[in-house]
Structures are given as C-alpha cells and as structure tokens.
C-alpha cells in the first residue's frame, strides 16, 4: 500500500476517534487527540473568509480543551442531546516539514429530546496534524461552519 | 388578545400570553420598532468606507446601513420601490449603488431611484407613463444616528434625539464603553433562540438568575450578589443597567445559599480568565439594555454588541458583535478573544441562558393564562444598591404597557 494513502487512513482513524469521542459521551477522550499546544476554533463561514479573529469556541491549549470537558461535566447547565458527527471527504492536502495539512467534511446530526433528528451544523475542518510517540495528533483543527446561524445553543465541540 | 386580563399598573405579574401570542407581535413590531424608539443596527466600524454596506434589521423588519460617499451613514429598507424586492442579499459587502437585481431599478446610496431601465420604452413602445418621476420611488430611509461608532435606526417620523432618547444615566453608561476611541471588529456570532424576544431582555435585567444558574460566574466571582452591584434605569424604566465589581474565589454567606458556587473547579488554563482593569472606576461589569432591541456587553475584557432580531412570537436571533479598540495591543486583542468563550452560543456563561429562555418558551408557551411573578426586591420600579432584585424587568414591563396600550 502506498505510503500516502496509509496516511489518508490514519486521518480517518483520527477522525473517526474524534467523532467517537464526543459522540458516545467520552468527552474526556477528546483533549487526548490533540497535542499540548493545540489550538482548536469554530469559526463561522463568513468571519472566516473576512480574516476575523473571534471564534465560538477559542481553545489555545489541551489544558483548555479540557476546561471545557470539565464545564461540560460539572458547569454548564443545558438539555440534554444526542449528537452525531459524519465526517467525510478526509485528504491530505499537502506535508510542511513534520505538519500534515488536511481537511475534511463534516455534519453534526442533534437529536433533542421529543424531537425529530436535525441536522445541528455542517461545514468542514481545516487541520495541522503532527505525529506524537506514532501516533497523529491534530496540532490545530478549525471549524469553519457554513450556517452562520446556530440554532439555540453550541454545547458541545464540533 | 383583546379577551386576556392583565390587571391594570400591575408589575409583579407578566401574562404568558404576552410572550405567544400572533397579535401581540404584530402590535410589538408596530409600537415598539416601528415606533418612536432608537433600533441598534450596526457598528461604524463593520462599514468604514464609501459604499460599505451591512444586512440589519428593525425588529423583523429588513434593511441596509450602507456609507455614501461623502461618508454619512444612510438606513434604507431592504425593499426595492418598484415591487418589494429584498435587493440585497450579501450580507455584508462593498457597491457603488443599490441595484435590485429584478428589474435592474438602481438607487444611489442614499436610497435615491437614479434609473430605471426602459423607462422610456423601446421604439416609442410601452415604457413608464409620461408623469413617472423617479424622485416619488425611493427606497423608504429611516432615521439615523451614530455616537462613538454605535448606529442606530428609527422608522418613527420624528424620533427624539438619540442622547435624549438613552437619557443621561444610561447615556453615561454608554460612553463608558463608547468613549470615542475608534473601534475593532473582532468577529461576530449568531444564534437562533426560540423563545420569545422579551426573554432576553428580562434575562438581562435579571441579576437575581445571574448569582445562581452560572457556575462560571459564580464560583469564579465574575459577577455575584455579594459583590458590590447597582441596579440602574433611565427615568422611564426602558432601558437598565446592571454593574458590579469582581470578587475573589471564596466561600461567604451568601455562597451557602448558590448550589453553583464550586469551591474546588478549578481552569487547566489559567489564561481564560486573566481580566485586566481598563475602564475608570470600580466596576468590573456592566451590561446594559437599551431598548428596544440592544444589549451591551462588558464583562471583564470581553466587549459586544447583542442585537435582537424578532423572528415571530416564538424565536428571535441573537447577533453578537465582538469589538476591542483599534489601539489595542495584540496582548488585550488576545484577552478579548479568550474571553469571548464565556459568550455566545458556546459561552461558558451564556449556553446556561440561550437554553433557559428556551426552557422559558417550552414551560410558558402551553399556560397563556398562568403569569410570571416578579416580586424579587419589592412590587416597585427604582435603581438598587444591589442586585436581589427584578426591579429592572418590572421597569420594562411598566414602559412596554405604556408603549403598548396593554
């Protein structure tokens, strides 16, 4: 197998790790996937393409990640919700010295309780990936989303 | 509407019905923004040069803040003269002119009809009659006022000044954040509650919510009832103002009583919260409403506008527009950033209110004849010393029954 897309399929299990983290309720699992020094913003389309700098969510570090794990678990009150991320198109898009840059497609699914399933969010991840003791690690992921509105609230990452 | 009780000067209770039903809003959208009052619809800075324009909105009602081009700001409808035509759907943009692209009628960007295609037909065929003046199809133009990079439209024929409309409590307030020094935009964020727009505002004049449904604020002392606060109105109780000054991580009295108040929580990454003083005097928040549709937010670092744009009875959206000052060095830009996540629709603070309002809406909605009971502080209407109190949704209540002849 080529080494290119043995690489293609380390982002899908990467990815497929992160969806299954905050999909099947292992929150605390999602800090894990990136490096100390990550950062990780959800930026809706339109403040995107101007080059603003205010995201949603603004994470600077693993330690932030997990501040938000933590007021998941114990701080922030909301309904609760069932989600489901499909991440699709996963590339590679080009190797810089030790970062991989990639990208990929996603839609967050939110099902609420006595409600039908809609679709939460859609948009696509903008990704530096580096590996770690072997094992690739998002060094940075943006969230750009295509609806600039969300509906009612961001709860949890996307 | 007309069969419902709502005890006359009565304040303590606020009718669900108020919040659903259809003709309650049509008469909001008419009296409150269509009438005498100033609506929020944007910053200066989202639109610095000639020909910059910006999508906004007047309660539900569509326009365009557009700059012309001897730099004067113009509020014109999103509604094109000739047959209704919401011409403009960029949201943000640059033009040299206003053209709907229906029949291609193009407007200067003051809103004045400069031509309209075949107008004198073609071949001496058809065409606009003889008398058709270009001059009687503008596009309809609100009234405009800016201060310090604020703007604001008003649909009312002869609106009062906007410094006399904030009157000088609120006016102070105001410059205390808009002190003149030209603003940043640092990005915005949108979100749709579906709840009823006056839950917002109630939310926001609401100190009583503030000290026990947010765990951040609380425990980590950004904003809680046994810290130094005022509660602060205008003289006819529209527009309010809640302040206060930050505390320390620390157990008291009044901590025994907040089941939010966490003495062990504790952030990985300290940087979150690392506030530094930049405004005079000894508040560290203040968030102000300002009537009918603007929320003011100073909490710490972090700085917005809060614009609400109705979406019917049951779901209005929330538009935050984020700001620093254009002499910020990256060290306060980076604060300001960080700070942000405690607001929005993925705030550490605000999630705990965009999903009670709509726990508000789901709760209320079915029970038209049950009330809310607002008797935190008293049955009055005056500025407090502290914040136990509603006194601020009470003072809204009294100046939307007068609005609104309810």
């Known amino acids: ?155 949890y990452p996307l | 509407m007309s069969d419902r009780a709502w005890p006359p000067g009565e304040l303590t209770r606020v009718p669900f019905w108020l919040y659903t039903d259809a003709e309650v809003y049509a008469r909001e959208q008419q009296r409150i923004f269509g009438g005498p009052s100033w609506c929020y619809v944007g910053l200066a800075a989202e639109v610095p040069g000639p020909g910059d324009f910006l999508r906004s909105h007047v309660g539900d009602y569509p326009v365009v803040l557009v700059r012309d081009e001897s730099g004067a700001l113009n509020v014109v409808a999103n509604r094109c003269a000739h047959r209704g035509v919401q011409f403009c759907q960029r949201p943000y943009g640059t033009a040299r002119e206003l053209m709907c692209p229906y029949h291609q009628w193009t407007y200067d960007l003051r809103g004045k009809l400069r031509a309209v295609p075949l107008r004198k037909g073609l071949r001496g065929q058809g065409g606009m009659p003889a008398d058709f003046r270009l001059e009687d199809h503008a596009l309809e133009r609100l009234g405009v006022a800016e201060r310090h990079g604020v703007v604001f439209a008003s649909r009312a024929a002869a609106p009062p000044s906007l410094e006399d409309y904030l009157g000088p409590a609120m006016l102070a307030l105001f410059d205390r954040v808009f002190d003149g020094r030209a603003l940043r935009v640092l990005g915005h964020m949108r979100q749709r509650i579906r709840g009823n727009w006056k839950l917002m505002f109630e939310n926001i004049k609401d100190p009583y919510h503030a000290s026990l449904l947010h765990v951040f604020l609380v425990t980590f002392g950004l904003f809680r009832a046994d810290q130094p606060s005022e509660v602060v109105m205008d003289t006819t109780g529209r527009h309010a103002a809640l302040v206060s000054r930050r505390g320390e991580q620390k157990a008291s009295a009044a901590t025994a009583e907040m ?76 604060r300001r950033l960080r700070q942000a996540n405690l607001m929005g629709p993925a705030g550490l603070v605000s999630v705990d209110d965009s999903e009670m309002m709509e726990f508000s809406h789901a709760g209320l909605s079915p029970a038209p004849d049950a009330a809310a009971v607002l008797e935190l502080g008293g049955r009055d209407v005056a500025d407090t010393p502290h914040m136990i109190t509603e006194t601020a949704i009470r003072g809204f209540y009294r100046h939307y029954r007068e609005v609104m002849e309810l």
């Open chain 1, 1 to 155: 197998m080529s080494e290119r897309l043995l690489l293609r399929l380390e982002l899908e299990e990467l990815n497929a790790a992160y969806a299954a983290a905050l999909d099947e309720d292992a929150l605390e699992q999602w800090p894990e996937l990136f490096v100390a020094d990550a950062t990780y913003r959800i930026v809706p389309r339109d403040d995107f393409e101007r080059g603003l700098p205010l995201a949603v969510m603004h994470c600077e570090s693993r330690a932030m990640l997990e501040d938000r794990v933590a007021a998941l678990r114990r701080a922030s009150v909301y309904a609760p919700r069932a989600l489901r991320h499909l991440i699709s198109g996963v590339r590679m898009q080009r190797i810089d010295g030790a970062v991989i840059h990639a990208a990929a497609s996603y839609a967050v699914l939110q099902t609420l309780p006595e409600e039908l399933t809609t679709v939460f969010s859609a948009g696509r991840y903008l990704d530096e990936v580096v590996r770690e003791d072997g094992v690739l690690k998002f060094r940075s992921r943006i969230v750009v989303f295509d609806s600039v509105l969300v509906p009612g609230s961001l709860v």
């Open chain 2, 259 to 334: 089941k939010s108040f966490k003495a062990d929580f504790r952030l990985r990454d300290a940087r979150l919260l690392d506030p530094v003083r930049e405004f005079p005097g000894e508040a560290t928040v203040v968030m102000q409403t300002i009537w009918p549709n603007l929320i003011v937010q100073q909490q710490s670092n972090t700085l917005a506008t809060r614009q609400l744009v109705t979406r019917g009875p049951d779901a209005f959206d929330l538009i935050w527009t984020f700001f620093g000052y254009a002499d910020d060095d990256a060290a306060m830009t980076a």
